[in-house]
């Protein structure tokens, strides 16, 4: 069955520290690929996606993804975290099964705290 | 504001209640889902709705009926809940099921 790993349950960071948070996916077909974020007491909200092209995607705030297709990876990364990106991180990806329902798979996230 | 308004937001219930969750979006979205948030667990997918038809139910337990009788309203009705189903329930939406997906603020449901 699909699934998606993320390897870092909680991440403690303090601030200008680089930042890179690991998404493992099992399955070997076209994915779709997402980083979404929640913020304390806020709803979830995506921060990029990857669809097709460069495999080097750039999201909001800073952040940018790579799609390493041989290693069925899609890390997160941010140079310089800030204490405003203490917040659950969660990689999710969508496979295409030609033709079936597309279904959003969600890897368990991991919690970032930023220390100023 | 994310565009997809759910009600309401805390919801206390007995094992032998019938209560409904709300879900509501003006993103003039096609697609509508239904989540399970637990501690230290992913993210589950419960249902999807494309077109107001459903075209997913991951297994989930008939004490959870999903109803969409619309693009932009969808409800989950709950009956003779368990402990177990305690949890954050979040709806989302989607122009179609491959694209993004926007997320409404999901209800707190406490099972006595």
């Known amino acids: 069955a699909q699934s998606v790993s993320q390897h870092n349950h909680h991440v403690i960071l303090s601030e200008a520290a680089s930042l890179e948070l690991g998404c493992n996916y099992s399955?070997?077909?076209?994915?779709?690929l997402f980083w979404y974020v929640q913020y304390p007491g806020q709803h979830l909200q995506l921060l990029l996606k990857?669809?097709?092209?460069?495999?080097l995607v750039k999201g909001i705030k800073g952040f940018e993804a790579e799609f390493i297709k041989s290693k069925f990876s899609f890390n997160l990364r941010k140079p310089s975290v800030q204490w405003s990106d203490t917040a659950e991180y969660f990689c999710?990806?969508?496979?295409?099964?030609?033709?079936?329902?597309?279904?959003?798979?969600f890897g368990t996230g991991t919690l970032l705290a930023v220390q100023p | 504001e994310t565009g997809v308004t759910q009600t309401p937001r805390h919801l206390v219930m007995g094992m032998t209640n019938k209560k409904s969750l709300k879900c509501e979006q003006h993103?003039?979205?096609?697609?509508m889902y239904w989540y399970k948030q637990s501690a230290k667990k992913p993210l589950e997918l419960m249902f999807v709705?494309?077109?107001?038809?459903?075209?997913e139910n991951n297994s989930v337990p008939s004490r959870f009926s999903p109803e969409c009788p619309n693009s932009s309203h969808l409800f989950l009705h709950l009956h003779t809940l368990q402990p177990e189903d305690s949890a954050l329930y979040l709806c989302?939406?989607?122009?179609?099921?491959?694209?993004?997906?926007?997320f409404g603020d999901g209800t707190r449901l406490s099972i006595l």
């Open positions: 989302a939406s989607s122009r179609d099921p491959v694209q993004p997906q926007h």
């Open positions: 399955y070997g077909g076209t994915v779709n």
């Open positions: 990857y669809f097709s092209g460069d495999p």
């Open positions: 999710a990806v969508n496979a295409h099964y030609g033709g079936a329902t597309n279904k959003l798979i």
């Open positions: 993103l003039g979205h096609n697609a």
């Open positions: 709705y494309n077109f107001k038809e459903q075209t």
